[in-house]
Structure formats: structure tokens, C-alpha cells
């Protein structure tokens, strides 16, 4: 892919090679909300005390890639209804609003369902093992049921994101 290709790519939220939580240059973690921000750093501090790296593979994403990304999951599924077990639209997505961080290796997802609520971080899809969301309750009352996939998430209708589950 050409540099400057990239680089649109990058400023809309795409992150083509996993990032720091720390990294303040990359749109996809800067432009996170701020609580979920703060609660992922101190997760990855934390973690790396225990010799785990949190790495971003997604997160803050313009209406304009979350949109791409929902016509290439259509593209590979085969239909919207399919899709949609994958790929919110840019009206729903938690991405495009800074509320949800795509976490990886597999041992930072394995440090996080252990002790992602103790931050409030909680994994939301049973399908979707990287994603995570700020839940503050979390912290108290542990993480909240996994829906099954984005399309059981009351959430996820078509039109405005809703607040999140209590």
C-alpha cells in the first residue's frame, strides 16, 4: 500500500500494525474516550508488571472506515444480517464513538478476562474475544454477561448508539 494511502488509512482509525497503549500518535488510541484511555494505560501498566503487553489492534474509527469495513464484512459474509455478527454500522459502532478497544495478543486477552474489571475493562461478544469496553460498574459488580454476538446487543439497532448496558 502507498505511504500516503497509509497514512489517510491511519488518520481515519486504522491500525494496519499493533500499537502501544501509550501511543498518543496513532487516531485509534488517541482519540479514544478518555475514561476507557485511562483505565486501559493503567491495565497495561499493571500488566506489564506481570510481563504481559497490551497491544491496540483497533479502536477510536471515522464514520467513513467503520463504513468500509461494514461493506467488506457484507462483501465476505455474503449478506447484512451476517455481517452484522461482525461489523457494526458507523451509527451503532462502539469504535466510531471511542468506547471500544480491540486488544491483543492472546495473552493480554487471557491478563484482561482475568483482570479487565478490576479496571472496568470488560470483554462485551463471546464471538469477539478482543473487544473490550469501559464498564465502571465493573469494578464493584464484575463484567456484565457476554451477549453472544453483536446482533443479541440491544445496542446495535440501526441508528444511535445507545447508552450502555447497566
Known amino acids: 500500500m502507498p505511504p500516503s494511502e497509509l497514512a489517510v488509512r491511519r488518520a481515519h482509525g486504522a491500525v494496519p500494525d499493533p ?7 496513532t487516531p485509534a488510541v488517541a482519540n479514544l474516550d478518555p ?5 486501559l494505560r493503567r491495565a497495561a501498566r499493571d500488566a506489564a508488571a506481570d510481563g504481559v503487553e497490551l497491544v491496540v489492534n483497533g479502536g477510536w474509527r471515522s464514520r467513513a472506515y467503520q463504513e468500509h469495513l461494514l461493506r467488506a464484512a457484507v462483501s465476505k459474509y ?4 451476517e455481517a452484522a455478527r461482525w461489523v457494526a454500522t458507523p451509527e451503532t459502532s462502539a469504535h466510531v464513538s471511542g468506547d471500544a ?7 493480554a486477552r487471557a491478563w484482561l478476562s ?8 470488560c470483554q462485551i461478544y463471546r464471538n469477539e474475544p478482543w473487544h473490550y469496553e469501559l464498564r465502571p460498574e465493573a469494578v464493584d459488580h464484575g463484567c456484565p454477561p457476554l451477549y453472544a454476538d453483536p446482533t443479541h ?3 446495535m439497532r440501526r441508528g444511535k448508539l445507545a447508552a450502555p448496558r447497566p
Request: glycine share 18%; proline share 6%.
Open 19 to 25: 500499537v502501544g497503549v501509550f501511543d498518543d500518535d
Open 35 to 39: 475514561a476507557l484511555l485511562a483505565a
Open 78 to 81: 455474503g449478506s447484512e444480517e
Open 101 to 107: 478497544v480491540d486488544i491483543g495478543p492472546a495473552e
Open 114 to 121: 482475568e483482570h479487565g474489571a478490576g479496571y472496568g475493562l
Open 153 to 155: 446487543d440491544p445496542r
